[in-house]
DNA sequence: TGCATTTGTGTAAGCGCTTACAGCACGGCA
DNA sequence: TGCCGTGCTGTAAGCGCTTACACAAATGCA
């Protein structure tokens, strides 16, 4: 990679201006001296370097990405819809996880050098760094999160779902409901589900707060809960492996779901499908969450829109057999 | 971010040479100097230009990672691993997925331009290109691919464990089995892990090709050959994927995993410990794949190594349900 | 006190491109 | 024949940094 534009411009024998214009197709160029210069490029292997590309275009043509941990199908999912149009539209993806970084302040703002623009999931960057991020001109899009000034917010409906799903658990008969998960944790998203189920069932759920959204940390909680005094008829987890987690607790101790007690997840991970019984979640558009805020960066960057957008995208629920039977609805 | 150096340098009453040279420590600095600078550059907010910078370095401070396709937790793990020690190596990730691209090579190219060495996943990339990226001096780790000259390369174990595998099931007493996956498409990974079962079953066991490592194709696959004449008793499947597809199939059709039919996979993704019965599988060590392939490319950046390397990590058995009682075996 | 170091700083030459501007040749037209 | 485009190409000025080199000032030592 270190042929340069001089040593083409050399053995076509014309000036590193012309081999430049004969690339991009920018200006004027003799179909002779194009042809002189294709071969020449040809013959010695020559790209030009992105950073003297960059540097002159005064634009990285790359996007970053930020997210807690890559770890989960949600995260990967988003970036795969995201990856995939930001190179339809010419833009390389870089990619950060902040999980367990020190110095995220730095990493993110080297980041924000390499870039024209990133996607930020929730609250992936200190609250300060954000608006210090604003105030620079870093082009942002934020995912599951309040919207704020100065930045694109995209995420996808909770409440309403979070009450039909209540309400759908409501109907099976249920009495007593908890829902798991980490809503003091100040992510956005699950806050919103534990209050749309807290609007539907009022005191009949109890919220149980499991410190993280890993497998372990649901099955952890999961079993003390069902261990208890007063065991819950169902369980809402405030997300897919919260979910798979409170499945192994039940599993571990003898209890049937959803004879015993019902459970719900939330996104619809490959895993949900496949676990015994299938779970009841519901289904993130996690692929177009990546896609549209890919879109929504490059109108950002072209300069195509210039004022904030705030988008949400709706769920859909997928009722499988960990909730119970219910008449009304087919299973999967 | 378009404050610049010069700003800064006029700011502190400076050269730029000084303020480079107190933001980096390279080069004596006068202790009041480096105060006056560094108080320029917490006013401005300045933050070094990472083109400036990377052009004048001559290094990207970065690395790519090109995968065929980031779906499947297999991908994932390993990017996690590798992101994570590159950045540790104050080094970004660029990704690249190729599925379904045209214009790879341009693709590929335009990444060697964007960074200091890149991984590579078998054969996401054409043969051709390889040779040339070699010839270029691109810096390159592969990842489950035969070791070739000028690049190194990174797997884990197949065949042995194929065998070992095999091994096991055979001590179950059964006699009749099936490989499930798609051998044929040059994934050396698999095609190793073929030849390990078939080393040791023989003409016991028959290849079904899938096409594909998803559910999807596991499943059409394993119901075909399920509803068949001379049903397998156990099937040995490629991947987790396409063994998750299997236990699908056998339970459309009413059979009993693993009291009619065993299943096992290989990887060991989360949804293998989920699905009922748990799913009999190889444990591959995904993120340290993915740390060492960052390791292994910093050696070959910084050249404290230049003959390349080729290594082989060890994987493990996780025997589970899907395979039947084994009165040696502990259970997951 | 005089000289050789050391320390601190500035100047300027890149790094590899893009592009505004200028210049040159050629053809058409009056 | 003279003049004015038009088409093509080259020159050179950036883009934002790093660093070799030169030089002045401060220091150490005899």
């Given at each position: 990679m270190d042929v340069t534009i001089y040593e083409v411009a050399k053995r076509a024998g014309v000036s590193i201006a012309t081999v430049s214009r004969a690339l991009r197709g920018t200006g004027p160029v003799a179909a002779k001296t194009r042809e002189k210069v294709l071969k020449a490029v040809e013959e010695l292997n020559f790209t030009p370097s992105r950073l003297g590309v960059s540097l002159a275009e005064g634009r990285h043509a790359a996007n970053g990405i930020v997210f807690p941990d890559l770890a989960g199908p949600y995260y990967t999912e988003v970036l795969l819809g995201y990856e995939e149009v930001a190179s339809e539209l010419g833009r390389s993806v870089v990619i950060l996880s902040t999980k367990g970084r020190t110095r995220v302040n730095d990493l993110i703002k080297d980041l924000a050098g390499r870039v024209d623009g990133m996607l930020i999931f929730g609250h992936a960057v200190p609250e300060l760094l954000v608006g210090e991020l604003v105030r620079l001109g870093v082009r942002l899009v934020f995912l599951s999160r309040d919207p704020l000034p100065g930045a694109d917010t995209l995420r996808s409906e909770n409440t309403a779902s979070a009450r039909a799903l209540a309400r759908h658990l409501r109907d099976h008969g249920y009495e007593r409901f908890a829902f798991l998960g980490?809503?003091?944790?100040?992510?956005d998203d699950v806050d919103e589900r534990w209050r749309g189920v807290r609007a539907e069932l009022g005191g009949a759920i109890e919220a149980v707060d499991t410190g993280h959204y890993t497998v372990e940390s649901g099955f952890e909680a999961a079993r003390k809960l069902l261990k208890g005094?007063?065991?819950?008829?169902a369980i809402v987890c405030s997300d897919d492996e919260v979910a798979l987690g409170a499945l192994l607790a039940a599993e571990e101790l003898g209890l049937d779901v959803p004879g015993d007690v019902a459970v719900t997840g939330w996104d619809d991970i490959m895993a949900a499908r496949h676990a015994r019984p299938a779970l009841t979640t519901v289904r993130q558009p996690m692929r177009e969450l990546g896609a549209r805020a890919a879109r929504a960066l490059d109108e950002l960057i072209t300069g195509v829109r210039d004022t904030p957008n705030h988008l949400t995208l709706t769920t859909e629920p997928v009722i499988r057999a960990s909730c119970g039977h219910h008449p009304q609805e087919a299973r999967t």
């Open positions: 980490a809503p003091l944790t100040s992510r005094a007063g065991r819950p008829r």
